[in-house]
């Protein structure tokens, strides 16, 4: 998790004075980076979601250097409060939601609600409190515990709960984007708490650190829909391909085929199918030999093994095929599949076994295939040789 070094680095940063000094120019021009890379990664990518948090971090920070830092700042002021109050919520509503652009009709939705808490607050900081300033600064926790930051109790609950419903929802659905709003609320928080009177601090820089944390995120989600499966979790091709124009003079692949998949889906529908998939994806994952499976395409897998001959790789891939073979494939239930209309029936009924197996074609790199492509091809044409031999086999 690169979001616990980079949290140590931004308080080592503001406690240490000989760093301040010598990182000065870079501290400057760090909140305008990460806004600037936020907003071109965001539109790119299409993260609608780190556009309205880089809105949200902004909006903040503007508001807190221009009526906290100039009017004077003490721990009453009812606007601090509500902004530290409303913050750390929006962005678990972020983090809870899914993508849904930014001018479409949620998208609106949400810059809507934004908008209406920005002229909340604003209200809040040129009329006369009264009953909110009662409300945000009510006494919910004990006094001793957080006397050492100027949030009052409403706000840290805030903050608090919010924590709370980003970690259910990482424990539900872990995503590298939930878990980097979840971590970003602790230098959000450390912002708040590094206001002072007549200053803001370092809460811009905690603010940008918020934001490099959702930059990372999209980076590193964008990665894995590159390079990994998104169905079985293994490396995708292009992760495979470019592993194979990293190997040296000597190298083995196995090209492995789910036998019968067309009447597995014909039978038990796409989503049985799915999850044969998997289960054979998670079985070739365990591939010793010091081997990577990969997922190629279809019902296709391939299994790479740098540095070792084709006969080294023999044992490992057919202890791969039994392994495939012995598992045992239960039919839970009578599934209705998302991508057709029609109930599929399946000529097996629930609690029933779906027998899996799998061929698999092997291949080395020689005199006659030189190039990675060859390779493939060759283990692709050993694969058929497995298929017409009667499947369920392993074929160099």
Not at 40 to 68: C, I, M, P, Q, Y
Not at 106 to 123: D, E, K, T
Not at 157 to 163: E, H, K
Request: aromatic share 10%; with cysteine.
């Amino acid at each position: 998790m690169p979001e616990i070094p980079i949290i140590l680095a931004a308080l080592l940063y503001t406690q240490w004075r000989d760093l301040q000094r010598s990182a000065g120019v870079i501290a400057f021009y760090y909140p305008y980076a990460m806004f600037g890379a936020g907003l071109l990664l965001g539109w790119r990518f299409h993260r609608s979601r780190l556009l309205f948090a880089l809105l949200l971090f902004a909006l903040v920070d503007r508001s807190l250097l221009t009526f906290v830092a100039s009017r004077g700042f003490t721990r009453d002021h009812v606007a601090f409060q509500a902004m530290a109050f409303l913050l750390p919520l929006n962005l678990a509503a972020l983090a809870l939601t899914a993508e849904r652009g930014v001018f479409t009709p949620p998208g609106l939705v949400r810059l809507g609600a934004i908008l209406g808490q920005v002229a909340l607050v604003a209200m809040l900081e040129r009329g006369t409190p009264g009953p909110a300033a009662a409300l945000l600064h009510a006494r919910l926790l004990p006094p001793r515990l957080f006397a050492w930051t100027p949030l009052a109790d409403p706000a840290l609950v805030a903050f608090f709960v919010s924590a709370g419903l980003m970690v259910a929802g990482q424990l539900l659905s872990p995503t590298a984007t939930g878990r980097s709003f979840c971590w970003s609320l602790l230098p959000a928080f450390l912002g708040f708490s590094a206001v002072r009177p007549g200053s803001p601090g370092f809460s811009t820089f905690y603010f940008a650190t918020s934001a490099l944390l959702l930059i990372i995120a999209v980076v590193e989600a964008s990665y894995h829909m590159a390079y990994q499966d998104g169905l079985t979790g293994l490396p995708a091709r292009r992760a495979l391909n470019e592993a194979l124009l990293r190997l040296g003079s000597q190298y083995t692949v196995g090209m492995v085929d789910v036998d019968h998949f067309k009447r597995i889906n014909d039978n038990h529908g796409h989503d049985v199918g799915d999850q044969v998939l998997k289960m054979v994806a998670a079985k070739l994952a365990q591939v010793g030999g010091g081997g990577r499976a990969y997922r190629y395409g279809g019902e296709e897998f391939a299994v790479l093994f740098p540095g070792k001959s084709a006969q080294e790789c023999l044992p490992e891939l057919e202890a791969l095929r039994q392994l495939v073979e012995e598992a045992k494939f239960i039919l839970r239930s009578r599934i209705r599949s998302k991508r057709k209309k029609e109930k599929i029936l399946s000529d097996r009924g629930p609690g029933q076994r779906v027998p899996v197996t799998v061929s698999i074609g092997v291949a080395e790199k020689d005199a006659r295939h030189t190039k990675p492509d060859q390779v493939v091809k060759a283990a692709d044409r050993a694969l058929y040789r497995a298929k017409d031999g009667g499947r369920n086999q392993v074929q160099a």
